[in-house]
């Protein structure tokens, strides 16, 4: 499920601030962006969010700050140097072999790492009592973003229930319509067995009657119509439960279009194969929106 949450916070003169993204996606992806200035944090925030989280496509950012960064920035004069030496033994040698470089600005020399120092924390900042805080409060981050997850999974509910009543509402038109061509298929066999009569000097009367019991069975879609109605009372048990269920809501969509197709396979009838597409349009919109679901 998609949700967004952020959060700040300060210690021990450092700033920081939190931006937390997801998306859907079949299992746990975490990707965490965090700057140099604390090193170790990366494993116990892992540990924190997969504790929390078990499916989407997780980003998390991290920001630090010196809170008297406010007071201007500082250049590094060695670094610098490092940086112009680095940029005319470039030029140099794109000269050597008939190459004409654009010539950097000001603005692409301060972008260098090292070169202007204040701001952002450096790796010399570190602490353990800076990685303490950080990992103390990233589970406020985490109950906003779980927050929101709820907010957007109760509404997924409310849609997906939705759906399972159309849904239901089709099987229950399907089962009107095999019902009524129940007869419309018992005369059509009777007449083919009279054309066959007819039509050859000697009939096998058990092997016709073998043989247009097959066809009969070939077209019945009982078993189908049980199975798509056992499926639907499977999902809203599941959406019922509180604990994740997307994947497993993902594999009983897949159940519920094969039963689908075999419905429309079998149906041997324009208004039964309607409902029966009807069916399959309903069944994928359902899906899309289990693709949401943790």
Known sequence: MTAFASRSGSAGGVSWSWEMRGVNARGLDLRLRLPDGVAGIEPALRTKLSARLTRGAITLTLRLTREEAAQGLALDEAQLERVLDALG???QRALSRG?????????D???WRGVVSGGELEAGDDGAALARALEADVDGLLDAFVAMRAVEGAALHRVIAAQLDVIGGFVARAADLAEARRDETRAGLTAALRRVA???????EAR???ELALLAVKQDVTEELDRLRAHVTAALALLAEDAPVGRRLDFLAQEFNREANTLCAKSQSQPLTAVGLELKAAIEQMREQIQNVE
């Open 89 to 91: 033994e470039i030029e």
């Open 208 to 210: 016709l009657a073998q």
């Open 109 to 111: 020399v301060l972008g």
């Open 198 to 204: 007819e039509d050859v000097a000697e009939v096998d």
């Open 99 to 107: 190459l004409t470089l654009a010539q950097p600005t000001a603005a």
